[in-house]
């Protein structure tokens, strides 16, 4: 099953590639990985994994053990998002709501063939810059999509 993979720049610009490898398979957030296991264009980078999530929304956390799914009690934050039936519509003054804890359905922390996106945070810079690498990627893709144009016309 191929992954989507998110890598995130200090300048906050996120590049996308989709790849089918094995090599990210029993890495655990937070491991340092070398960019040749994600792309060979990408020899020389060095990313960290800060995130993942599986087809059906579920992300994967630190704390949790594993690779299946695990009900957690969780505070407002990662994984959790809701807001007290009290507080109704209202702007809240106070962005984390006090007191409230959920049950909720998490993934752990080891990457499965279960796992569809994986979020990258760049550490260390290649030789080449990422939007070169992926201009050339974006390009390739438009002359490919030119070309099916071109056959279907005909």
Known sequence: ???????????????????????LVGKSLGDKI??????????????EIRGTSDKSGFTSM????GIGLKKVLLRYGKG???????EGKKKRSNPTPGGL?????????????????????????????LSEIFAEKTEAGEK????????KKV
């Not at 796992?115 to 810059?129: D, R």
Request: glycine share 8%.
């Open 62 to 65: 630190k704390e949790v053990e």
């Open 101 to 129: 804890r959920l049950r909720k359905t998490v993934r752990g922390k080891i990457i499965s063939p279960a796992i569809t996106q994986i979020n990258l945070k760049l550490i260390k810079e290649g030789p080449k810059k």
């Open 144 to 151: 490919k999509a030119e070309e099916k144009v071109e056959t």
């Open 80 to 86: 959790m998002h809701k807001r007290p039936k009290r």
């Open 1 to 23: 099953m191929p992954f989507k993979i998110n890598i995130g720049t200090k300048e906050g610009k996120t590049y996308k590639i989709e790849i089918e490898s094995e090599e």
């Open 34 to 47: 070398n960019g040749k296991e994600v792309s060979p264009s990408l020899e020389g980078y060095e990313f």
